[in-house]
């Protein structure tokens, strides 16, 4: 059984900015890519950022120069700081991880629960 528990959404003015936690646990072998997709009202869910182990980095034109994804192998954990944050930005939040859960288990896409992010005044 895998887990993914994302936290860090909430309420933020435009130009303020929040930083988005996931940490995955459970029966883990090793983890590939793991990322960040949103979803808002009406539209599809859509990548913003994901990372690989190998450290290579991908973001959505959208956000480039004002989002920035890190993260922890050690902890099993990815982050994105997100800055500059606009009315458009406004979504859930989910976080994906590729993963194996044994050394000859295949690799499955795992995903959070989502969590709230609204850009308002």
């Known amino acids: 059984q895998v887990q993914l528990a994302e936290s860090g959404g909430g309420l933020v003015q435009p130009g303020g900015s929040l930083r988005l936690s996931c940490e995955a646990s459970g029966s883990i072998f090793s983890i590939n890519a793991m990322g960040w997709y949103r979803q808002a009202p009406g539209k599809q869910r859509e990548l913003v950022a994901d990372?690989?182990?190998?450290?290579?980095?991908n973001y959505a034109e959208s956000v480039k120069g004002r989002f920035t994804i890190s993260r922890d192998n050690a902890k099993n954990t990815v982050y994105l700081q997100m800055n500059s944050l606009k009315p458009e930005d406004t979504a859930v939040y989910y976080c994906?991880?590729?993963?194996?859960?044994?050394?000859?288990?295949?690799?499955?896409?795992?995903w959070g629960q989502g969590t709230q992010v609204t850009v308002a005044s």
């Open positions: 994906n991880a590729e993963l194996q859960g044994s050394l000859y288990s295949p690799w499955y896409d795992y």
């Open positions: 990372t690989t182990s190998g450290g290579s980095i």
